[in-house]
């Protein structure tokens, strides 16, 4: 089992920035990507980046956030970063983090590829 616990959340206004956090523990070293999600009010759960944390350096982001989020980890911690920048009013949901064992199959950003889950943190951008 691996368990996930989000921290970072918060309330910023407009172009603020945020650095959420993704602590991992239990069995880490068999997690292969890990993986950062939000949902806003009203709407489904959707992709926001992820990255390979066992092996290479592999980093993937949803157009929405390419160029303003930044995706990183530090392995020794086991902890996974996502640093948000530029902050939007339509950036605002509940963040998560998932964490997949499997090297295949869906592709990183389907909810379908992880198996484990975080509670999530709220990040609220104000106008």
């Known amino acids: 089992q691996v368990r996930l616990v989000e921290s970072g959340g918060g309330l910023v206004q407009a172009g603020g920035s945020l650095r959420l956090s993704c602590a991992a523990s239990?069995?880490?070293?068999?997690?292969?990507?890990t993986g950062w999600f939000r949902q806003a009010p009203g709407k489904a759960r959707e992709f926001v980046a992820a990255?390979?944390?066992?092996?290479?350096?592999?980093?993937y982001y949803a157009d929405s956030v390419k160029g303003r989020f930044t995706i990183s980890r530090d392995n020794g911690e086991n902890t996974v970063y996502l640093q948000m920048n530029d902050l939007k009013p339509e950036d605002t949901a509940v963040y998560s983090c998932?964490?997949?064992?499997?090297?295949?199959?869906?592709?990183?950003?389907?909810?379908?590829?992880?198996?484990?889950w975080g509670q999530g943190t709220q990040v609220t951008v104000s106008s």
């Open positions: 239990g069995r880490t070293f068999t997690t292969y990507v």
């Open positions: 998932a964490a997949t064992t499997s090297r295949s199959g869906w592709g990183v950003n389907s909810l379908r590829r992880y198996d484990y």
């Open positions: 990255i390979v944390t066992r092996t290479g350096n592999g980093t």
